[in-house]
């Protein structure tokens, strides 16, 4: 689980919980659309999108073990 700032605060503000099932039920759906999207520019959004999410929680560390 991470606690990601919420934009616009300043550091003395709470910060956003995020859980690792709901980062993985998000890249789970997106990578699914990405499947269904033709175009490779809106693809390369989704892959930007994808690792952006993943990254809330995991880190560099835990996708290269994965890898």
Do not use: C, P
């Amino acid at each position: 689980m991470a606690a990601e700032k919420l934009d616009g605060q300043s550091d003395e503000m709470e910060y956003e919980e995020i859980t690792s099932d709901e980062v993985d039920s998000v890249v789970e759906q997106l990578e699914r659309l990405a499947e269904t999207v033709q175009s490779e520019n809106i693809k390369s959004y989704l892959e930007d999108a994808i690792n952006s999410i993943f990254f809330l929680v995991y880190e560099d560390d835990d996708s290269a073990e994965a890898a």
